[in-house]
Nanobody, 127 residues
Framework: QVQLVESGGGLVQAGGSLRLSCAAS????????MGWFRQAPGKEREFVAA????????YYADSVKGRSTISRDNAKIMVYLQMNSLNAEDTAVYYC????????????????????WGQGTQVTVSS
């Protein structure tokens, strides 16, 4: 079992930045591929970014590519999502997800590939 707790959400003006954090705990949480997803009201949960447990592989959705960075600290078992140049379309609940894997370089981009989820943190961008 892996437990995930997100933090760092809030209200930010358009053009601003936020860093979301995800604290992981539990068995084998340090060897989990991790991802961030988001869900806006009335929309399906969508992929934002993912990172392998080695940190060598990262993926980004086109909508955030170039202005977001996913990173991890395996010593602290933390995953971060730095988001810059935020706009109203970034408003959503952001979820951290984890998937145990034996392959250090694997990362996953669909919700179905993750077994563990956090409760989410709200990000609201005001225009």
């Amino acid at each position: 079992q892996v437990q995930l707790v997100e933090s760092g959400g809030g209200l930010v003006q358009a053009g601003g930045s936020l860093r979301l954090s995800c604290a992981a705990s539990g068995r084998s949480s340090s060897t989990s591929a991790m991802g961030w997803f988001r869900q806006a009201p009335g929309k399906e949960r969508e992929f934002v970014a993912a990172i392998s447990w080695s940190g060598t592989t990262t993926y980004y959705a086109d909508s955030v590519k170039g202005r977001s960075t996913i990173s991890r600290d395996n010593a602290k078992i933390m995953v971060y999502l730095q988001m810059n140049s935020l706009n109203a379309e970034d408003t959503a609940v952001y979820y951290c997800a984890a998937q145990l894997t034996r392959r250090a370089s694997h990362a996953f981009t669909t919700p179905q590939q993750y077994d563990y989820w956090g409760q989410g943190t709200q990000v609201t961008v005001s225009s």
